[in-house]
């Protein structure tokens, strides 16, 4: 027996050797099946056998001491339990006997009922007629005073309580029992003439909301602060939010549930079963009025699902539960609110009906009252004008905006550039692309189109709930269905008529409709059926055949439009479009806010309407997604397309063409300050002509700015007025250089390449030259002076002899500069940053963007075209002083220099000549910059020490003071040339002083000469130094075998 059999056992601490006895016994006599014969065998076959029995015996007495013990302990409990057991028999013997005396009992008592039974059957029949009774009475009571609550809770705004206990009361009143009470007629009555009230009320909320009128309008409560909004249920959309609807408003779809009996305030909540009963206890977890006000006080910047305080009243129904769960703005939840009680009272087609024929006034009203505010509002901010044009929606680039700051100022020699602006523009600076008029009428309509933006927001709830009810319930009341609007709109016609013809389609329409009419009395365009009453043109609208005029492929609204003249030419004021004072001020009022309107405005009305258009096309259902493909935009862009720009590029090319035509287009100006100044605002004489192109190509990209779809067209429009005005400047500079020899040098490549390879030619922006040595650039000079000189003798009328031909040169070369930077500038920055892409059809879901992120091709190349005119210009100028300085040299080799006399002053050839470059300097120093002066000017000392070094070959003698004067010839051109402040006055003096270190190596004896020769052998190639043996010098012995003796020297 195992130890754990006998643990806990009440043994005694004195007999402990009990326990110790017992932790001696083998385990296997406790098993559960004990086997005796081991046992056996093991003593039968023990040695001592008398030993293992005595063993047995003593576990076995062991055993018996531990049993006496435990009876000892447990004989009180054993005793205890015997009466227990004994009480318990005798309790159940007495309850058998009690239970057969109750059977008898039973017996007797259903002797005596069955005798009753019909009697009872009547007694509780009574009683339910009797409880019946009790219940309509009370039914009755309650109704009576319906009415009552019912106008409690229309005066409280508890509407959607008001048509629960409407609808419920109407439901009682038909039922069995209650239809023949004479005493509910005029309940019966008053509940009907309640419907109708019922409905105008609702109906009048749903027209304020419609409209964001409404005391819950997402506008209404973003104008009040936040703990002032009256109600638990907050909204976070602002009124600027434009967040697609199509996602919030599907939310809105399954919500069909007509909800259960509701009291008004003070009166009992119902607790009833079936609808029975009015009476009840009060509803523990109904929301109270003032516990709702108090929750209201909550942030209306998130949206809570509390019970909103116009549902506080209402009895929990399924509606109310989905109210509490949605999660949308309060505005939205009360929209759903009114077309639910709408649904309820079966008034869905009614209420569409009477919506429809207020869309077109209300929306008239909405626009005139918003140009009324934006007036009132400029007129009381006039004073701040100039600080709010910085941060107006129009904003060009700063190429622009600079362009009409400059043109305010004045430049050094006083001549007025607003007066020249006023020439050039076809268009009045009010009218121009930053001017008041189009940024007031950019602002006028994004605002009108932001309030619009969200009324179509509401009409789209609005008029997708309408058609999820009226697919769902049928109107059984006979009321009138207006189909107003372009049937092709209406992708379900019978959705429509169940709506009262009402829907997202006809609300788009209307409200494209009066933005066009509105854009018309803003461009002066006539729109079909513009002045009829809105009723007629409602009618026609409802009566059009619904097989629509395509236009450029597309369907949809298509606006027929006429166009009213406007282009009224002032005089002395340029070409353009005038407001015509005779047109009578009708329709909007838009001529407070915008008093210059016409066609020109059609820049500033396209970037308001494709965001308006982009708005509203987020904010359509995805199956109303083609409603937003044509219409106002369309209408927009055929305007633009057929009138705006093709009178545009008319005005604009005349003006071209005037400002390039004009006598004093080209004609330098006069009264030029005498230091060149690279700003046009302080002095920069840019020709008139191409600073008008300029300003006109600035003003034509700048509408880009307005309108970046037609960003292609304006360049274009641009392009065609840089080539006519590249065309007439190479005629200019033709009329000046043709036929003379320095043209017909440049036209040669071999000259072209030369002067290329010219390291002044660096100085010209933007040319090709290529890095040479200083070695190679002598050989290039010496070249270019060779080939110069080979065309001796040079003739005068071959040359340039007007000052003022070569100063329009100079001038036409900076002007061309100056436009072809402009060019680029401008280019530049109407194509960065880049922005958003259009697509073909202008209707995109983003912004605009234009893919270029360079210069145009057209305008860069015509920008070379231009440097490279002016480039010819300068070359020309540089030709023309190399020749001019060849003319002159060309004398030295008519006269013979043996003088018999020192002369103090060189010869007249030098005073000329020096006297023309310093008189050419001074002219063409304002027209010119420093680094072209030079480059000019530059040419000359390599021509004239090269000249020199050659005449002495043609001279046959020549004495000491001839060798002076030539020297003094040379000093005189080099104190001309270091005189021009751009020149490089080391390069002249260097090439010089070689012309008077060769003039006197002939007063060197020939032993001398032949030292110097070894010394500097390359000073002066073989044949220059021959030369010096060919001239006759008096006193200079020149030997028989000189030639030889020089080639020897030179040529090793």
Not at 768 to 774: A, G, I, K, R
Request: glycine share 6%; proline share 4%; hydrophobic share 40%.
């Amino acid at each position: 027996m195992s130890r754990g059999i006998f643990e806990g056992l009440p043994i005694p601490a004195d007999k402990s050797y009990l326990k110790e006895g017992l932790s001696r016994i083998d385990e296997g006599w406790a098993a559960a099946r004990f086997d005796s014969l081991p046992h056996v065998v093991h003593i039968l076959t023990s040695k001592d056998r008398e030993g293992e029995i005595q063993f047995l015996k003593e576990q076995s007495d062991l055993i018996e001491d531990v049993v006496d013990e435990v009876v000892h302990a447990y004989h009180h409990g054993f005793n205890k339990a015997i009466q227990n057991y004994s009480q318990i028999l005798r309790l159940f013997s007495e309850s058998a006997e009690s239970i057969t005396g109750l059977k008898g009992e039973m017996a007797e008592a259903k002797k005596m009922l069955g005798r009753k039974n019909k009697h009872l059957g009547q007694l509780w029949y009574r009683s339910l007629t009797l409880r019946h009774v009790l219940s309509l009475l009370d039914q009755v009571e309650d109704v009576a005073k319906v009415p009552a609550r019912i106008e409690n809770l229309m005066a409280e705004k508890q509407l959607y309580a008001a048509v629960q206990l409407h609808v419920q009361s109407i439901l009682m009143l038909e039922r069995e029992g209650l239809q023949a009470v004479g005493a509910l007629q005029d309940v019966r009555s008053d509940l009907t003439k309640l419907r109708g009230v019922l409905f105008y009320k609702i109906l009048e909320e749903l027209h304020g909301h419609l409209y964001n009128n409404g005391e819950y309008s997402s506008v209404t409560i973003s104008m009040v602060d936040s703990e002032e909004v009256p109600t638990s249920l907050a909204t976070g959309r602002l009124v600027n939010s434009m967040q697609p609807l199509s996602r919030r408003t599907r939310s809105i779809k399954g919500d069909n549930h007509i909800g259960g009996l509701v009291t008004a305030d003070g009166f009992p909540k119902t607790s009833s079963v079936g609808g029975f009963s009015f009476d009840g206890p009060d509803d523990d977890g109904s929301l109270d009025m003032h516990e709702s006000d108090g929750r209201s006080r909550k942030d209306s910047k998130s949206i809570s699902r509390e019970i909103p305080v116009f549902l506080s009243c209402a009895t929990p129904d399924e509606f109310l539960e989905s109210m509490i769960k949605a999660d949308a703005p309060l505005n939205v939840k009360y929209l759903r609110t009114l077309v639910q009680c709408l649904s309820m009272l079966g008034k869905v087609a009614a209420a569409g009906a009477v919506i429809c024929q207020r869309v077109r006034p209300t929306i008239h009203d909405v626009i005139t009252s918003k140009i009324k505010a934006y007036s009132e509002e400029a007129s009381k901010s006039s004073i701040d004008k100039a600080a709010k044009r910085t941060t107006s929606d129009v904003s060009l680039s700063d190429v622009s905006i600079r362009r009409y700051e400059l043109l305010k100022q004045k430049t050094k020699n006083g001549a007025s550039l607003m007066a020249a602006q006023l020439v050039v523009s076809p268009i009045l600076p009010a009218m121009a692309p930053t001017g008041d008029a189009q940024r007031a009428a950019s602002q006028l309509l994004g605002s009108i189109f932001e309030c619009l933006v969200d009324i179509l927001e509401n009409h789209i709830i609005v008029g997708e709930l309408l058609e999820q009810k009226s697919s769902s319930e049928v109107d059984n009341v006979n009321t009138p269905h207006i189909a107003n609007g372009d049937a092709s709109w209406n992708l379900d016609s019978e959705s429509s008529q169940a709506t009262g013809g009402f829907s997202v389609a006809f609300s788009l329409s209307v409200v494209q409709s009066e933005c066009q009419q509105l854009l018309c009395e803003i461009l002066r365009a006539t729109p079909e059926a513009a002045t009829a009453d809105a009723a007629v043109q409602t009618a026609r609208l409802a009566n059009k055949d619904p097989v629509k005029e395509k236009r450029d492929g597309s369907e949809g609204l298509s606006f027929a439009f006429r166009i009213t003249d406007a282009a009224i030419s002032v005089p002395n004021e340029g070409q353009g479009w005038r407001r015509n004072s005779s047109v009578p001020q009708e329709g909007y009022g838009t001529a407070s806010v915008i008093p210059d309107q016409g066609i020109v405005l059609a820049a500033s009305v396209y970037r308001p309407v494709f965001e308006f258009m982009n708005k509203i096309g987020l904010m359509l259902p995805q199956k109303y997604a083609q409603l937003g493909n044509d219409g106002l935009l369309a209408f927009v862009n055929n305007f633009l397309k057929e009138h705006f720009l093709p009178a545009i590029f008319v005005d604009y090319r005349k003006c071209v063409q005037q400002a390039i035509s004009s006598p004093a287009a080209f004609r330098p100006r006069v009264h030029a300050t005498s230091v060149y100044s690279s700003s046009v605002e302080l002095g920069r004489p840019v020709l008139q002509g191409l600073l008008a192109v300029d300003i006109i190509a600035k003003e034509v990209l700048g509408w880009v700015q307005l309108m970046p779809n037609y960003a292609t067209e304006l360049v274009e429009y641009v392009q065609t007025f840089l080539e006519r005005t590249h065309e007439r400047c190479r005629a200019s500079y033709m009329e000046a250089v043709l036929e003379k020899q320095s043209y017909i040098l440049l036209s040669r490549n071999d000259v072209e390449s030369l002067m290329r390879l010219e390291p002044s030619n660096i100085s010209l922006q933007n040319s090709s030259s290529q890095l040479v040595t200083d070695a190679e650039a002598v050989e290039v000079e010496i070249e270019i002076s060779d080939l110069l000189l080979d065309m001796c003798p040079i003739k005068q009328e071959n040359l340039i002899h007007d000052d003022q031909k070569l100063i329009l040169l100079a001038s036409l070369s900076d002007s061309l500069e100056y436009l072809a930077d402009s060019v680029e500038g401008v280019g530049e920055s109407f194509v960065s940053p880049p922005t958003t892409s259009e697509s073909n059809n202008h209707i995109w879901y983003g912004r605009h963007n234009r893919s270029t992120n360079a210069i145009p091709k057209g305008l860069a190349s015509l920008a070379n075209e231009y440097r490279r005119l002016a480039i010819d210009c300068v070359r020309v100028l540089r030709l023309e002083m190399q020749l001019e300085t060849i003319y002159h040299m060309q004398e030295m080799t008519k006269r013979e220099y043996v003088e018999d006399q020192d002369a103090e002053d060189p010869d007249d050839f030098i005073i000329s000549l020096t006297t023309q470059i310093a008189r050419r300097d001074e002219e063409m120093a304002p027209y010119i910059t420093e680094s072209k002066r030079n480059y000019v000017f530059g040419g000359i000392s390599s021509v004239a020490a090269n000249a020199s070094i050659k005449a002495l070959a043609q001279m046959k003698s020549i004495n000491l003071l001839g060798v002076q004067q030539i020297c003094r010839n040379s000093i005189a051109l080099e104190q001309a040339l270091a005189a021009i402040p751009s020149i490089d006055s080391e390069a002249v003096q260097q090439r010089l002083d070689r012309v008077r270190t060769f003039y006197e190596l002939l007063n060197l004896p020939f032993e001398s000469l032949l030292g110097f020769i070894a010394e500097h052998e390359y000073l002066f190639s073989a044949k220059e130094y021959l030369s010096l043996l060919k001239v006759n010098v008096p006193g200079r012995d020149i030997p028989l075998d000189a030639e030889r003796r020089i080639s020897q020297i030179l040529g090793h």
